[in-house]
């Protein structure tokens, strides 16, 4: 066993980077997952914050018993279909142009209570191209000074879904009437600038580039400042990992704690991925 792999008693570890990822390995997940093995994933996930595990040859079900193991599903509500029949896994497909995800985000924090974690299953993959990134805002914060802790400490921000989604909302005859309904149904949400994880009780930098429109309660010139330096630190590569995708990859990540960049560099090659989100809580 190489200095960087771990062992627990159901598979083992290879970190990915010393800051944020890990590799799983001898786990096949059309087996029943036993207790130990559920524990022992949780234990891992909550301190890598992601999770791969490579040659997953999983039908919707053998994922959806896998995402459960780290919390409840929720159904498809969002902006792509669901999967005939299954309710709680998203399809998503792609060209590699630029949707949206190729900005480092945490997903759907315009919600009140956005997702605690994504799973994500890889369908059809380009022969190249179309990585993913994630970044820890774990690592991020604990980085700062602490002239920036205190500042930034107790401060909120606002977040919203329009800027970057009111053009795939529109799309369609309905379009128009849709996006009236999202507006009234999802306003501007306010959340802590830093969040503490509701798990792990560790505190992170809670603002992101694709949704984060603010900081409140500051003077405009000061927020701009506050949000660009916040929203950057995700950019560090310190706190990164970046993900080749393969068929049958599977990836589970903590969207509490970390914020992903998708690679839209594969268009005209497409891709097709299975997700499954997890509730969360109300950011505190």
């Given amino acids: 066993m190489s200095s960087n792999e771990c062992r627990y008693e159901t598979f083992t570890l290879e970190r990915a980077t010393p800051t944020i990822g890990a590799f799983i390995h001898g786990l096949d997940l059309r087996d ?91 369908q059809e993959i380009p022969p190249c191209g179309g990585d993913t990134l994630w970044s820890s805002m774990t690592a991020a914060y604990d980085a700062l000074p602490e002239t920036m802790k205190n500042l930034i400490d107790g401060l909120e921000a606002v977040h919203d879904w329009e800027k970057e989604l009111t053009g795939v909302v529109r799309q369609g005859d309905d379009g128009e009437a849709r996006y009236e309904e999202t507006r009234r149904k999802y306003p501007p949400m306010t959340h802590p600038v830093v969040r503490k994880h509701p798990e792990t009780g560790r505190r992170l930098v809670y603002v992101n580039e694709l949704f984060t429109s603010r900081i409140s309660g500051v003077p405009p010139q000061l927020s701009d400042s506050l949000r660009n330096m916040l929203t950057g630190l995700a950019k560090t590569p310190e706190y990164q990992v970046r993900f080749r995708w393969e068929p049958n990859s599977l990836v589970i990540w903590d969207n509490r704690s970390t914020q992903h960049y998708a690679v839209g560099d594969y268009h005209p090659h497409y891709r097709r991925m299975h997700r499954v989100t997890l509730r969360g809580d109300r950011p505190a």
């Fill in 32 to 122: 029943e997952i036993t207790p130990q093995c559920q524990t022992e994933l949780r234990t891992a996930f909550l301190q890598h914050e992601v999770l791969f595990i490579r040659d997953q040859h999983l039908e919707p079900e053998d994922q959806l018993r896998f995402a459960k193991v780290f919390g409840d599903p929720q159904e498809v509500s969002a902006f792509f279909p669901s999967l005939p029949g299954n309710p709680f896994i998203e399809v998503l497909e792609s060209r590699g142009r630029a949707a949206g995800t190729d900005v480092w985000h945490s997903d759907l924090t315009w919600q009140a209570t956005p997702n605690s974690a994504t799973c994500l299953h890889a």
